[in-house]
């Protein structure tokens, strides 16, 4: 059944549309609710003989390739928050090419949908070669990056066969917030914290079927921006990831050009692009970076930038306050998770602009699904 289009006319759409099943089978049977004692907590199955090593590493890097590097860069804050561990990241063809440091004492986390991604097996057999603990999260059982690592958590996504990632991205961000909860499970002072953060994850699937009502606003949207030749996309702390892989999205299947920035790096020089015809996104739901974003909108108002604000329900009014603007608005949830629902818009809206522009949705020129050579 995964791999007939059903109802829907590209594989793309059927899985962008089957993300609140798949993230569903993602945490079946890892989220724990709690028996008599009420305590919450995850079970990762393959990571049960390693956590309290990884707990104890000098270093967590995550090391992957397009849409798996941005998912562990949406992870990166509640895996440090919560573990304490520092984490740093890496793209997996640039690690190789510097040969950069990696110790005994580090945990090296390899994120790839495919699992035989050619530049992320360099660089797990570089890892190896240099002794640290190596853990997968892969969509493919028996992948070569499954088995050359020490240990690994499944994302249980299900088959994806549109080149363009999507529900291995948000089943891959669900999978290291549990990581997150596992690695930092031994802290009384962060329990309220990881029980709210299981809630929202038990929730998650509900909202992320709310958030794909937006789908016709999204239709709309791409129509309005569809002989655009360029569309900027602003993000910062937990949706710098959002932006990144927002904008990826569009370029790959829509060939628009498209880029993801951070919005704390906007006045150091982006903002020279802004004028009132260039459409930029700018993400501005609520979290820690909200008060930041918001006067990230006002300055691209005095440009007269023309701006599409992403808000949590209920901000349209105040987020657009002092200028014009179009509003997607999402559902709130816990801020760790909210990337899983902020990214769904933007995948509505890189497909529909694909479709109107008359360009192969699961087919992309010039990409193949796994990038099996160098
Ligand atoms: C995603 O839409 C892209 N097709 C691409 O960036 C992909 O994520 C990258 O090639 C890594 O693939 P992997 O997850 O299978 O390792």
Do not use: W
């Not at 707990?55 to 798996?68: A, H, P």
């Not at 690592?149 to 549990?178: D, F, L």
């Not at 709310?210 to 602003?234: G, R, T």
């Not at 608005?329 to 816990?334: A, I, K, L, M």
Request: net charge neutral; aromatic share 4%; charged share 20%.
């Amino acid at each position: 059944e995964q791999i007939n289009k059903g109802k829907y006319e590209h594989y793309m759409q059927k899985e962008i549309h089957e993300q609140p099943e798949s993230l569903t089978t993602t945490m079946r049977g890892r989220l724990i609710r709690g028996g008599s004692c009420k305590v919450k907590t995850v079970l990762l199955g393959g990571l049960k003989d390693h956590i309290k090593t990884i707990r104890r590493s000098r270093r967590i890097v995550f090391i992957g390739c397009g849409t798996s590097y941005n998912a562990a860069l949406a992870a990166r804050p509640i895996i440090e928050e919560l573990s304490g561990v520092p984490v740093t990241m890496e793209i997996a063809s640039d690690l190789v090419d510097r040969q950069g440091p990696i110790y005994r004492e580090d945990t090296a986390v390899f994120v790839s949908q495919s699992g035989e991604t050619a530049d992320t097996l360099l660089a797990l057999e570089y890892a190896l070669e240099n002794g640290a603990l190596c853990v997968g999260i892969t969509n493919t059982v028996g992948s070569a990056i499954a088995r050359k690592t020490h240990c690994g958590i499944h994302i249980n996504a299900g088959c994806e066969i549109g080149v363009a990632s999507t529900k291995a991205y948000t089943s891959q961000i669900v999978v290291m917030a549990m990581l997150a909860l596992a690695i930092g499970d031994d802290a009384i002072s962060s329990q309220t914290r990881r029980e709210a953060i299981i809630d929202g994850l038990i929730d998650l699937p509900n909202k992320v079927r709310e958030v794909l009502k937006l789908d016709q606003e999204m239709k709309d949207l791409a129509k309005l921006l569809m002989a655009e030749q360029s569309l900027l996309v602003f993000g910062r702390g937990y949706n710098f990831a959002t932006a990144l892989e927002g904008a990826l999205k569009v370029k790959e299947v829509s060939l628009m050009h498209s880029e993801g920035m951070l919005a704390g790096e906007m006045k150091h020089g982006p903002l020279a692009l802004v004028d009132e015809n260039l459409p930029i996104i700018v993400i501005a739901t609520r979290d820690a970076c909200f008060s930041k974003q918001q006067s990230v909108i006002q300055q691209l108002h005095a440009r007269k930038g023309r701006l599409i604000v992403m808000c949590s329900k209920g901000d349209a009014a105040s987020v657009c306050a002092g200028g014009s603007c179009r509003v997607i608005e999402v559902p709130q949830v816990e801020d760790c998770l909210q990337p899983v629902v902020n990214i769904v818009p933007l995948q509505l809206l890189a497909y529909h602009l694909t479709v109107l522009r008359g360009h192969n949705v699961d087919q992309p020129r010039n990409l193949a699904k796994s990038v099996t050579t160098q």
